[in-house]
């Protein structure tokens, strides 16, 4: 094979990820939820058939966003930067899988999407709202340059205080020097679970510094 068709190959090649690059994120991107068909919804109501629906809840569901509105959220700004490809691509896959048009109304959207779906799917259930604490290392720093995204308990349990369909998850690092105390007013203010991700948040969960949260954890302050 000639030079001059390896570089004619190489160009194609190159021109086609570079349409994959864009192309993927619109071929993924989720349409407005819309109620189900009569097949589909009857075959719903016969999966919950003898089933107390208000005690099916969804305990796996992340609220993230960009900080708009003042819910203090926040990502990796790599996955914002056009200087990193790999994760600005991985960005805009999950922005178009949650339907987000408008970085600007980002938060807002995301939660009204959130309260739709369920809604539609099972109106008398939950959904178990996680918050997403920082990484914080073994001297007890946050280091939000090693967080991939971070959102606040505060907005976890504003957004549960608003709408009926969701139950507050926080996130509270355990090599935090103030995590029990932290604990302590997320359970007042009605918490009902904390969420982790040892390895994206830096935790140990054998190690000593984690003896103190779960004591707090074990206590009928917490139950």
Not at 38 to 60: K, P, Q
Request: aromatic share 8%; with cysteine.
């Amino acid at each position: 094979m000639t030079r001059r068709k390896w570089l004619m190959l190489a160009g194609a090649g190159l021109l086609g990820l570079v349409g994959l690059r864009f192309a993927v994120p619109r071929i993924m991107r989720s349409r407005a939820p819309r109620a189900a068909g009569r097949e589909a919804a009857a075959f719903i109501e016969r999966c919950y058939s003898g089933l107390d629906r208000t005690r099916v809840w969804d305990t796996h569901v992340h609220l993230v966003g960009l900080g708009t509105g003042g819910s203090g959220c926040r990502i990796d700004p790599e996955m914002l930067s056009p200087l990193h490809p790999v994760k600005s691509f991985q960005f805009d896959v999950y922005k178009s899988g949650a339907g987000i048009d408008d970085p600007e109304t980002a938060d807002g959207d995301y939660v009204a999407r959130l309260l739709t779906l369920q809604r539609q799917a099972n109106p008398q259930g939950k959904l178990l709202l996680f918050a997403f604490d920082f990484f914080v290392d073994e001297e007890g720093v946050e280091r939000p340059e090693r967080s991939p995204l971070h959102t606040p308990n505060d907005y976890v349990l504003r957004v549960a205080d608003a709408h009926e369909e969701f139950v507050p998850c926080v996130s509270i690092h355990p090599y935090r020097r103030d995590c029990v105390e932290r604990l302590d007013a997320a359970a007042e203010r009605g918490a009902l679970a904390v969420k982790w991700l040892p390895n994206a948040m830096g935790i140990d969960p054998a190690s000593e510094r984690c003896d103190a949260f779960y004591r707090r954890m074990r206590s009928d302050a917490c139950r």
